[in-house]
């Protein structure tokens, strides 16, 4: 069955540092996202690719987080420098076209020390 | 402003009895809603889904109704078995865009 692969699945770091994420979305999904949870609450989105085009990242703190899906594929999620409020669980999910439903992978827990 | 609310935090049921989970929101653009399962250092599992043009749908154990008058969906699960603790989570879109979520409500299903 296809999956959303994520890397790395733990990730500790001190604040200052740069860290990233690499998600590999189902084969064919157009769309891809980023989401945030912070424990005790639901996913929140960071950022939106349809393609290689971000559609939304009216959300992504720019002045240190940046993401790419540079040919419409695989993406990364860039935080630099990471700060301690900064820990949670970054979760990367697809959807296929014309479907609603968006399929997650097994996420990145971050721990900013 | 939270758009999506699960007012339980957590919920405990016997096993083989039915679970309930409730979920409201506010926003009348929703269009699309979903029910995900999340086990511990694991992503969301996709559960269930309901176009806002229905008012249920059913897969096996899971059935979710939908009340836009309210603004309340539910999602009951029957019977409930051990493997069913986990926390799930209502969400909800607009036009097949980003998915907004709720806080989560922890099941325990007791055996």
């Known amino acids: 069955e296809a999956e959303v692969a994520q890397s790395p699945r733990y990730k500790i770091t001190e604040k200052s540092q740069a860290v990233a994420f690499w998600c590999d979305p189902i084969?064919?999904?157009?769309?891809l996202y980023w989401y945030r949870q912070i424990l005790g609450q639901g996913p929140e989105l960071l950022v939106q690719?349809?393609?290689?085009?971000?559609?939304?990242d009216s959300q992504l703190p720019k002045d240190r987080f940046s993401a790419e899906r540079l040919k419409g594929v695989d993406s990364t999620l860039k935080i630099q420098p990471a700060e301690l409020g900064d820990s949670a669980m970054y979760l990367c999910?697809?959807?296929?076209?014309?479907?609603?439903?968006?399929?997650f992978g097994p996420g990145t827990r971050l721990t900013v020390l | 402003d939270q758009q999506v609310k699960q007012n339980s935090p957590s919920l405990s049921v016997q096993e083989g009895r039915i679970s309930i989970l409730n979920c409201d929101y506010t926003?009348?653009?929703?269009?699309?809603f979903l029910w995900y399962k999340k086990y511990p250092a694991e992503g969301p599992t996709f559960l269930i889904s309901?176009?806002?043009?229905?008012d249920k749908n059913e897969d096996g154990r899971f059935t979710v109704f939908l009340n836009k008058s309210a603004k309340h969906l539910s999602l009951h699960i029957v019977p409930s078995q051990p493997g069913d603790s986990a926390v799930y989570f209502c969400?909800?879109?607009?036009?097949?865009?980003?998915?907004?979520f709720g806080a989560g409500t922890i099941l325990r299903v007791k055996s």
């Open positions: 084969s064919g999904h157009a769309t």
């Open positions: 309901i176009s806002s043009i229905k």
């Open positions: 969400a909800a879109s607009e036009g097949g865009n980003k998915l907004v």
């Open positions: 999910a697809s959807r296929p076209r014309y479907y609603n439903e968006q399929f």
């Open positions: 926003n009348s653009m929703f269009d699309y």
């Open positions: 690719f349809q393609d290689e085009s971000v559609v939304d």
